[in-house]
């Protein structure tokens, strides 16, 4: 079992507990990050029992808090990638002066691609699609201005 390979969730899941060890006293804030750190770069469970070793078990009831507390931030920052991707994608509808509305089209693209990757409810899916569809209409015809100018 220790040679076997580990995925984001269990890693996250050691990071979690950690988290919990440091909110109890029993690690001082460099161990957690010095053992979160060595818990994102490993790559078997051989690797991750080691960070936990000197560390009691979880109750259940610590474990379903540890994990709600990852849940809980993974899901903010994917939200706010879905948010930054609408925002971005339609912000340079009021801009449009055919001068500078690349960026925040550019943007509108690279927020909502990695918003799309992101596991989130469909709502903020639908929020990163219309950003990013936004953004990519945005560049078309930022590029289709500049090729008009260019060639005329």
Not at 41 to 66: H, N
Request: aromatic residues 8%; hydrophobic residues 50%; glycine residues 8%.
């Amino acid at each position: 079992m220790n040679d076997i390979r580990v995925s984001h969730g269990d890693r996250e899941a050691v990071v979690a507990r950690l988290g919990v060890a440091a909110s109890e006293g029993r690690l001082t804030l460099a161990e957690f990050e010095a053992r979160s750190a060595h818990a994102y770069d490993a790559k078997t469970f051989g690797e991750l029992d080691a960070l936990v070793a000197d560390l009691p078990s979880l109750t259940r009831d610590q474990a379903c808090m540890a994990r709600d507390r990852a849940d809980v931030a993974r899901d903010r920052g994917d939200t706010a990638l879905s948010f930054l991707a609408l925002a971005a994608g339609v912000l340079w509808v009021p801009l449009w002066d055919y001068s500078r509305v690349l960026l925040p089209g550019a943007a509108g693209v690279v927020f909502g691609y990695f918003a799309l990757r992101a596991d989130t409810p469909l709502l903020y899916r639908a929020l990163a699609t219309l950003g990013l569809l936004g953004g990519s209409l945005c560049v078309a015809l930022q590029v289709a201005w500049v090729a008009y100018h260019i060639l005329d």
